[in-house]
């Protein structure tokens, strides 16, 4: 599922690790001798990024064989790649293979517990990530919380119609306005964000596709939802603000269709564990 790596990407990636060589493996004069690697999770997660580190090993000559791959639940102890070639280039890829699938892994985790969570509650509720992915690193992250099963909510300002309140700040009729973008762009899903239900039930003529409430409770949440409902409207409600682990399950429970959440960019990364020996 990952493509988002390029032949330059990794040598950047390497680049940054080793602009000059490895001082120390070099300096002991080991760089020839056949090693091996093992990597392995020390605690159960969901897995992202070994793709990419076997890409790594394979950039520096070492043979590389991944035994998982992204988007698996691998449990504690689980394998998930093995390396055999020079010394030399088994520690050059070493540390920046698995800090990577520590990091991107972390983050399907996250994303997979979250969605698990949600949808023991309500089977048919979608997690998306917002776009508050580390600027220079969206392609990774989003590679990320798609291995641990969400999709994105906006990859960006180009794609996708979302009026905030800072934008109705501008408008004298926000009805008008935002009723004028469905005729503009009828092919395009038309979001609103608001915080109140009062805000809902003054924008709900405007015909949005969608609610997106700003940190709202789990009880306001309902609110909203009864009263959409009541109105005969399709729009859907999503919850969006301070969603995350602990709480996602109540926001399903209160009828949120859609969750919308920056959490997982955050996770804390996996443990990965790396055994390295002669071969």
């Not at 490895?22 to 020839?32: H, M, R, V």
């Amino acid at each position: 599922m990952m493509k988002w790596w390029t032949e330059a990407l990794l040598d950047e990636l390497l680049g940054e690790d080793t602009p000059h060589g490895d001082l120390t493996t070099e300096a002991i004069g080991i760089s020839g001798a056949p090693a091996r690697l093992h990597m392995s999770m020390r605690a159960e997660a969901t897995l992202c990024g070994v793709e990419v580190a076997e890409a790594l090993f394979h950039k520096v000559g070492v043979a590389a064989e991944r035994l998982e791959s992204s988007g698996a639940r691998v449990p504690a102890g689980g394998a998930i790649l093995t390396a055999r070639g020079a010394a030399g280039g088994v520690f050059a890829a070493w540390k920046v293979a698995q800090t990577l699938v520590e990091y991107l892994s972390g983050i399907a985790t996250l994303t997979a517990d979250i969605i698990a969570a949600a949808r023991a509650v309500s089977p048919e509720v979608a997690v998306v990530t917002t776009r508050k992915t580390l600027p220079g690193a969206k392609a990774q992250m989003i590679a990320a919380i798609r291995a641990g099963g969400a999709f994105p909510h906006r990859l960006g300002l180009s794609e996708t119609l979302l009026v905030f309140p800072e934008h109705r700040a501008f408008l004298d009729d926000t009805v008008a306005r935002v009723a004028a973008l469905r005729l503009a762009m009828p092919e395009k899903k038309l979001v609103v964000e608001v915080k109140t239900l009062d805000e809902v039930i003054a924008v709900l003529p405007a015909r949005p596709d969608v609610f997106q409430c700003e940190k709202m409770t789990p009880d306001a949440i309902r609110a909203v939802v009864e009263h959409v409902e009541g109105a005969g409207s399709p729009a859907l409600v999503a919850a969006a603000g301070g969603v995350n682990l602990q709480n996602a399950a109540a926001y399903a429970a209160a009828g949120a269709r859609i969750l919308v959440t920056s959490a997982p960019y955050w996770a804390k990364p996996a443990d990965v564990k790396v055994a390295i020996g002669p071969a």
